[in-house]
């Protein structure tokens, strides 16, 4: 059963949301709350497996709530977050304080499912070009937000799988795009998590991009490790 919290200022948006993810056998909404604020106490008395926060809300907005929330549960409670516009300028700033994911309000059933289920695994939601697409314009945009820790200590497979986590692709993907069986791959991702100090797959996508492996649109960069 995944344990969510719900927390937007629409009062229209919060309840279409609450009463879908009702209608599953393996979602329990076990909370609801109209600001930040409020998103972090109920997080704080009900202990979610899942935060769906909306990035824009009155008191405190969702990725402050989305620290916070992160920090009280060492992250045991993954974070969603909600979207009026794909290129958010909160975005980025999301992504560095831990979210897992993005979703866009207008989201179809399948999708809202979709995106709960990846993000309660432990997942980052990556695969939807809108992601990919918002990463790459707020690093080329912004520039370096996180501090990157040396890369050079990652042998060339590290290097390969790190950038193909950055284009998006899954475990298997990876697989079968360097033909090496998904258990080597789980293995590279785990080493190459420790040596750069990543938390998740949207941290390691960000890596990515300030390291060079990847530019914005896709493109492979330039920059080579052992």
């Known amino acids: 059963m995944?344990?969510?919290l719900v927390a937007d200022d629409q009062a229209v948006v919060r309840t279409g949301?609450?009463?879908l993810l009702n209608t599953q056998e393996d979602?329990?909404?076990v909370a609801e709350a109209e600001d930040g604020?409020?998103?972090?106490l109920s997080a704080g008395e009900t202990r979610p497996d899942l935060a769906l926060l909306d990035i824009r809300m009155p008191h405190k907005n969702g990725i402050e709530a989305a620290r916070e929330i992160l920090a009280a549960s060492g992250g045991a409670t993954k974070i969603l977050m909600l979207t009026t516009f794909g290129l958010d300028e909160y975005v980025y700033d999301a992504l560095a304080a831990g979210a897992g994911g993005f979703l866009l309000k207008d989201a179809t059933f399948p999708e809202l499912l979709h995106a709960v289920r990846v993000v309660a695994g432990g997942n980052a939601l990556?695969?939807?070009e809108i992601t990919k697409r918002?990463?790459?314009e707020f690093v080329h945009a912004r520039g370096s937000r996180l501090p990157v820790p040396a890369a050079?200590?990652?042998?060339?497979?590290?290097?390969?799988?790190?950038?193909?986590i950055a284009r998006g692709l899954s475990n298997a993907e990876i697989a079968g795009r360097l033909t090496i069986t998904d258990h080597t791959v789980k293995t590279h991702i785990n080493r190459l998590f420790a040596k750069l100090e990543l938390r998740d797959r949207a941290q390691a996508v960000i890596v990515a991009y300030e390291l060079g492996l990847v530019r914005a649109g896709g493109e492979s960069g330039g920059a080579r490790h052992r």
């Not at 050079?152 to 193909?164: F, I, Q, S």
């Open 134 to 136: 918002l990463i790459a």
């Open 27 to 29: 979602i329990e909404v």
């Open 126 to 128: 990556l695969s939807p």
């Open 17 to 19: 949301f609450v009463n």
């Open 37 to 40: 604020a409020q998103a972090v």
């Open 152 to 164: 050079g200590d990652l042998t060339a497979r590290e290097t390969e799988v790190l950038t193909l």
């Open 2 to 4: 995944i344990r969510t």
